[in-house]
Structure formats: structure tokens, C-alpha cells
């Protein structure tokens, strides 16, 4: 194994060392999630390349039952191709990040369609797919395929910041930090889909942010953060920046037979594609205008609350009418009971709290 030195904190000799005992340690430690497979077996890059992308800013444990059920239903990546995009965004719902789906979808067809269904197996062709980063490139084809590729995911980034300390402030550090792993990885080939696991491993359950678990850490003698007794203080964060606050109101439009008017989101924009309510456009301020055709009656003294990853929503539930003879394109009456598990979060809890009360 070649390893090339990228600090003076640590030598060409210990990298070494440390590696062998981490992936000695995830041999008998390794996380057991629906996804990874045997030793021996070989990987199924449809599989890889799902996790992977349902993982994107989600915890493993969210994950499993989506991943699941999606194999369920499209368990080749042409079965995932030749599915409706509105019942793909349906079974992501709750799942975050609707960007993620769609591009899931339009990266399976480009794999069905134009690849004869099968995954390119190095990281500069995988980048060339809809939704697969720098990041996703990298696992996809080390796990995949045993490609040598520097994989650094959120856990990486902190394990390796407590590990040789580094001051600088994420997430300017992420450079510095994927030199630093490369040191690692380097030289490793097939291995580098083990050494990536067992540094998710590590940071997911012994590594942890807040209370890390050091005298269960394979490296922890190495680690220059528990030399300081400063492991909390890595890695060093930047200011955040507040949230700001957006305002919308979601109507509740009932016909004759009890239904409520649903609406498919246009695609561009936020939760584009996906299921909802009709709804004002997402504004600063509180007074926005309904569409044109809505009624608008009464507010229902209800407000459902959302957290998104750059702004918090705070939706007003109003009751209004339409004619019920006004069925437009993107907008369809249904029980609200068959379409709750198919609305993304922050109309899930709006509808929720309209039928609780």
C-alpha cells in the first residue's frame, strides 16, 4: 500500500498503521443497512448508486424504509426509467430534498435508455449523470466498482478534522480536509469502498458530534484533538447565517363529495413535481394574493410550521371554494385521506392538522 504524507503531524508510517487498524476494526464492527453486501459478493451498482443518493443530508435510519420500498416497486434501474416521475416524487415524499428525486429519475433513464442500463464505472463518467456530484462520483465508484477514489462525506470531514485538528472553519476546510483524506486513500484501489465505509462507520457511531465515543476509536491514539482534549471543538464552524422567515397561506377547497382539490407542483422551483394543496406563491410578507380562481372564505385559525434548509415557512390554513366544475391542468379532486402519505412535509402537516380539527 502507497500513502503518500499530506501533514507533519503524521507520518507516511502511522497513516499506515492507522488505516489497517480502522479497516481491521470495521471488519468487525460494520454498520448492517439493507444496501451493503457480504464480503466476497459483488456490489450492485443500481443498489450503490440508490443509497447514495437517498443518503444526500439524511440519516441512514430515514432512509431504510424508502430505500426499501423503492426496491420494491423498481428493482432494476429500468424498472425506475419507465416509471411515472409523479409516483417517483409520490414515494420520496417525506424524504426531503425533492431536487434529489427528480434527478434520481432522469439519471435512471439516461442509464436505461443510453447506457443499456449500465452505470459507468469510474467517477469522472458518473459525474457526467443527472444529480451525481463530486461526492456521490467518488462512493459510487469505489463501492461500486473498487475504483481508488477519495470518498469524504460529512463523517470523513469530521473524523479527520478532530484527527489532526485542523483550525480552519468548515466549510472553507473542506479542501484541506480532502487532501488530508486523500493521504489515506491513496494507493488503496480496491479497498478504497472499505476504507470509505469504515470512516462513515466511525463517524456515524463512535465519532459522533457531540459526545464522541474515543475509547471505542481504532485511532484514537493518533487522534491530535483528543491529545488537546478539544474533540468538541472539531470541526471548527463558521457563523451561520439566520434562517429568514417566509409567510404563505394553503387552501382547503372541498367539493360536493367531500374531496379536496389537490395541485402537482410545476416542475422548476422548490418541491417542484411533487403533490399538494393550492397554495400562495412563498413570500416575506404575510399578505400574498391567491390565485385567481380560488374563493377565498375564512382563515381557520390554524398555522402549520416548516423548516427548510435556507428559510422557515409558517403556512396559514384558509378554507375557500372554487366552481366545482374548474379542473385545470396540475389540479384534481381526491380524498384527503388516499393522498396524505403522497404530500411532501410541510403540506403532510397542514393536511394533518385540517383533518384533526
Keep these: 500500500m502507497t500513502v503518500t504524507q499530506v501533514s507533519d503531524k503524521v507520518s507516511v508510517k502511522d497513516i499506515e498503521e492507522y488505516r489497517g487498524q480502522l479497516l481491521d476494526w470495521y471488519d468487525q464492527h460494520e454498520r448492517h443497512v439493507p444496501w451493503r453486501i457480504p464480503a466476497g459478493e459483488t456490489p450492485d451498482p443500481y443498489s450503490v448508486w440508490l443509497s447514495e443518493i437517498m443518503c444526500q443530508q439524511t440519516t441512514v435510519q430515514a432512509v431504510i424504509p424508502y430505500y426499501t420500498k423503492f426496491l420494491e416497486i423498481w428493482p432494476k434501474v429500468e424498472d425506475l426509467a419507465a416509471a411515472k416521475q409523479e409516483d417517483v416524487m409520490a414515494q420520496w415524499a417525506g424524504l426531503g430534498y425533492y431536487a434529489r428525486a427528480r434527478n434520481l429519475h432522469k439519471c435512471a433513464q439516461v442509464v436505461a435508455n443510453d447506457l443499456d442500463g449500465q452505470f459507468p464505472d469510474t467517477q469522472e463518467q458518473l459525474k457526467e449523470l443527472p444529480g451525481i456530484g463530486d461526492y456521490t462520483s467518488a462512493a459510487i465508484a469505489a463501492i461500486a466498482f473498487g475504483r481508488e ?55 456515524a457511531n463512535v465519532c459522533i458530534p457531540k459526545a464522541p465515543r474515543c475509547m471505542l476509536c481504532p485511532i484514537s491514539d493518533g487522534c491530535e484533538a483528543r491529545k488537546l482534549n478539544r474533540q468538541t471543538d472539531f470541526p471548527v464552524k463558521g457563523a451561520k447565517k439566520a434562517r429568514p422567515q417566509r409567510y404563505g397561506q394553503v387552501f382547503f377547497i372541498k367539493n360536493s363529495k367531500g374531496e379536496l382539490l389537490f395541485h402537482r407542483r410545476d416542475e422548476k422551483g422548490l418541491l417542484g413535481g411533487m403533490l399538494g394543496l393550492p397554495s400562495t406563491d412563498w413570500g416575506t410578507k404575510k399578505q400574498i394574493a391567491a390565485p385567481d380562481f380560488i374563493d377565498v372564505d375564512k382563515p381557520l385559525k390554524l398555522k402549520a410550521h416548516h423548516v427548510f434548509t435556507h428559510f422557515d415557512l409558517e403556512l396559514e390554513l384558509v378554507g375557500a371554494s372554487v366552481d366545482e366544475s374548474y379542473v385545470t391542468e396540475g389540479y384534481f379532486w381526491s380524498d384527503p385521506y388516499n393522498e396524505q402519505d403522497n404530500l411532501p412535509t410541510a403540506f403532510k402537516k397542514a393536511l394533518k392538522l385540517y383533518l384533526n380539527s
Design 149 to 203: 477514489a477519495v470518498v469524504v462525506d460529512g463523517n470523513v470531514e469530521r473524523v479527520l478534522a478532530r484527527f489532526y485538528a485542523v483550525e480552519e472553519a468548515l466549510p472553507k476546510a473542506k479542501t484541506t480536509l480532502k487532501v488530508l483524506a486523500a493521504g489515506f486513500y491513496n494507493g488503496l484501489g480496491a479497498e478504497a469502498g472499505h476504507l470509505a465505509q469504515a470512516f462513515m462507520d466511525l463517524g
